[in-house]
């Protein structure tokens, strides 16, 4: 039996990971932190079987450093993040405080305690943007060239990582993932917002680039990735988490509206945010050869399921609409 921390583990990707890790990994415990702002929803982890809900931030060092000798952790991974690129343009601070020093905070109480693995979750978005009209895709050895706040701080916390891992020799490794979406994301994020906009009938904001594209990840396959690192990935490596499906934000709203019986006129324009990145799209070559990991849920079947999983628990998402701190379009 092994302890896993999870860190931001009541937000979207987090609480998917802990209820895989629980259907994959029965016999092992799950202490699920998280600090609660707006888009961790406690209900997403307190009270499934084998998880312990404890409140609080990775930033708090003390706290992490208790829960880590007291629950006798081997293994963390960190989903800890703010990750709103729209509120990270007006309120950047909170932004590094969290995606930097918070991990630095976190990574300290595991150098003062040992574990056997810290895994980092990052992003694609560390390595800026790729045009849309060229065949090219982010490797592991891409530089960094981070174009928002949100962007920047990721790429901070990911370098404090390294640097634990380097200096004090902290087992540590680090997924970078492609554009999640499924159950449990909260309404910020554009499949869940175009959703639920559509269902209560209102219209879709898309941003006046509506060409440009993201590369679309099932929640339930980067879940499988993580475990296959933790597992079988080598300490001190990066692994790059994508699909290779590319959807553009017209074509996301086309898919959504179109599951719905909807139509085109439910579409409306909205200005871009500014530094608004064209497009990702990752080289998961080295998880695919080496860790033996494939993506198994397709575009099509992945995101009817998730339309039809916000139809069916508008209970749990109608009391976080308009908690976004953010309404896209007013910069």
């Known amino acids: 039996m092994s302890t896993v921390l999870v860190t931001g583990a009541a937000g979207f990707i987090g609480s998917n990971f802990v209820r895989y890790w629980r259907a994959e990994h029965p016999g092992d415990r799950v202490v699920a932190l998280d600090a609660l702002t707006y888009a961790g929803v ?8 084998g998880v312990e809900f404890v409140h609080g931030s990775i930033g708090n060092t003390e706290l992490v450093e208790h829960l880590l000798r007291s629950r006798s952790v081997d293994v ?9 690129n729209s509120l990270a343009i007006l309120r950047p601070g909170d932004f590094f405080a969290t995606n930097v020093m918070g991990t630095q905070g976190l990574l300290e109480a595991v150098r003062r305690v040992g574990v056997s693995r810290f895994h980092h979750i990052s992003t694609c978005e560390v390595y800026g943007d790729l045009p849309l009209d060229v065949d090219e895709a982010f490797t592991e050895e891409s530089p960094y060239r981070p174009r928002t706040p949100y962007n920047a701080a990721k790429a901070g916390g990911d370098h404090v990582v390294r640097a634990y891992g380097l200096t004090y020799g902290v087992p540590v490794t680090i997924t970078n993932c492609a554009n999640n979406y499924g159950p ?4 910020e ?24 594209r993201r590369e679309w990840l099932h929640v ?5 990735a993580v475990d296959a690192v933790l597992h079988h990935g080598t300490v001190g490596e990066t692994y790059n988490v994508g699909s290779g499906h590319e959807v553009d934000v017209e074509g996301v709203a086309d898919t959504i509206l179109g599951a719905l019986g909807l139509g085109p006129e439910y579409k409306t324009i909205v200005p871009d945010r500014p530094s608004h990145d064209r497009r990702y799209l990752l080289d998961s070559t080295k998880l695919r050869t080496e860790l033996g990991w494939a993506p198994r849920i397709g575009w099509d079947e992945g995101i009817a399921a998730t339309v039809a ?6 209970a749990w998402w109608r009391p976080l609409v308009g908690r976004s701190p953010v309404v896209e379009g007013d910069w």
Do not use: C, M
Request: no cysteine; charged share 20%; glycine share 6%.
């Open 42 to 49: 406690r209900g997403n982890v307190e009270g499934l079987a």
């Open 220 to 224: 339930d396959d980067h879940a499988r």
């Open 189 to 212: 994020k554009v499949i869940p917002l175009f959703t639920t906009r559509a269902l209560a009938g209102e219209p879709l904001p898309l941003y006046a680039s509506t060409k440009n």
């Open 309 to 314: 999983w916000y139809r069916a628990h508008a």
């Open 76 to 84: 963390v991974v960190n989903f800890a993040a703010e990750s709103h």
């Open 184 to 187: 449990f994301q909260f309404p």
